[in-house]
């Protein structure tokens, strides 16, 4: 049996978008910008998802953009943004414990004479309010902040932070990296006053290569790609029909049982703590306690994560030890970011769950996970 627990890296396509992914490649392979039935007929099927998207998120259909995913969402927000209002100011304000789509285009931007403001996390992950009010000047154009954090599953609060912009009479533009929250948080933009949102299509069972972005109307942003005029003029580029039709669907199925998986996941995560509580000693539970449902982030004394992962791998267990996007780097930022001692961050290990995975799936990965931890740490003390 596979019990994949790394879908914070990224999820199984469900069945439905497979076929939709297939049906695109074979059937519906015209050019969107083609004025003959078959390119009319795939403009149409475009439009028909940016609808469903806009209606889940109860925003305007002109307000979607698609991407090629978080990391391409999160450079054009971040980049159009600074670039289109240089003349209002250049200063940004973020975490430390952003993804690093997010960090390395703001170390870009500081090159280029940027000021980033980098707010500081507690032990929790969360940011503290006040240091977000007295980060924000006069030259402050964007306020850039992760929804639910992507090793610690830690939620930022964001509707805090818009409400507190709106109060602004200049316009200070906020966007929120939703890579982590889409399907796993019910909300809008609108509640939480948000200009910009990045969302990635393989996060939530959808095709890799995929993804979308809300820009607020009338929000001064520059283009990202020049060309034949696509994306409404914003992105230019043959669309990426099989992915966006794909991702449609995942987005369908997602927002259609919404609030059920949330319950499922958020109960099937309880469990993982309590199996992991009541039969491993010696741990750390590094994320919230009212951190996102599907993401749980624990140390295990004396143990080096990387070395477990690869143990947990030979009984077809699936985590990983950060980050899909760094985990082949030196250590945690978001952890050290945490105040986390090396120790504990060298024995980290990300569970990152979804709807479809069982009771029993979390029970027998426990029961492994106690053999693998109980047999290294005897290697271990041996030595």
Not at 171 to 194: C, E, L, M, T
Not at 206 to 214: A, D, L, M, Q
Not at 303 to 330: Q, R
Not at 366 to 381: E, F, S, T
Request: glycine share 8%; charged share 25%; net charge positive.
């Amino acid at each position: 049996m596979e019990i994949y627990l790394d879908n914070s890296a990224t999820t199984k396509p469900y069945k439905e978008v497979v076929d939709k992914v297939v049906y695109a490649l074979t059937e519906q392979y015209g050019n969107p910008s083609s004025v003959h039935r078959r390119g009319v007929i795939v403009e149409k099927e475009i439009r028909n998802v940016r609808k469903e998207i806009a209606k889940v998120l109860g925003v305007n259909e002109k307000e979607i953009v698609f991407t090629s995913g978080g990391t391409e969402a999160n450079n054009i927000i971040i980049r159009g943004i600074a670039y289109a209002n240089r003349r209002s100011g250049n200063h940004i304000i973020t975490t430390n414990i952003e993804h690093p789509s997010v960090l390395n285009t703001f170390k870009d931007l500081e090159k280029e004479g940027y000021e980033v403001t980098y707010l500081n996390v507690d032990k929790n992950g969360v940011i503290d309010f006040e240091e977000f009010k007295n980060a924000i000047n006069e030259n402050t154009i964007l306020v850039s902040i992760m929804h639910v954090n992507n090793e610690v599953g830690s939620i930022q609060p964001v509707d805090k932070i818009g409400n507190y912009l709106n109060k602004f009479k200049r316009k200070i533009y906020f966007h929120i990296d939703a890579v982590q929250s889409f399907g796993k948080i019910d909300f809008k933009p609108s509640r939480y006053n948000v200009d910009l949102l990045s969302v990635s299509g393989h996060k939530i069972h959808g095709p890799k290569g995929v993804g979308f972005i809300y820009i607020k109307e009338k929000t001064k942003i520059k283009p990202f790609l020049t060309g034949g005029g696509q994306e409404y003029d914003f992105r230019s580029g043959t669309e990426n029909v099989p992915g966006i039709l794909g991702l449609g669907e995942a987005v369908r199925i997602t927002s259609s049982n919404l609030k059920e998986n949330i319950e499922k996941i958020n109960n099937m995560k309880s469990l993982l703590l309590k199996e992991i509580s009541d039969n491993i000693n010696d741990i750390k539970l590094n994320s919230p306690q009212d951190g996102v449902c599907h993401i749980l982030n624990v140390s295990f004394k004396g143990i080096k994560g990387e070395i477990l992962l690869h143990y947990l791998e030979e009984d077809n267990i699936y985590v990983s030890t950060g980050s899909a996007c760094s985990s082949k780097k030196k250590g945690s930022h978001v952890l050290i970011a945490m105040g986390l001692k090396p120790e504990e961050i060298e024995g980290a290990i990300r569970f990152s769950l979804s709807h479809t995975n069982t009771e029993q799936e979390i029970k027998l990965a426990v029961d492994i996970l106690k053999k693998r931890i109980y047999d290294l740490r005897k290697i271990i003390n041996k030595r």
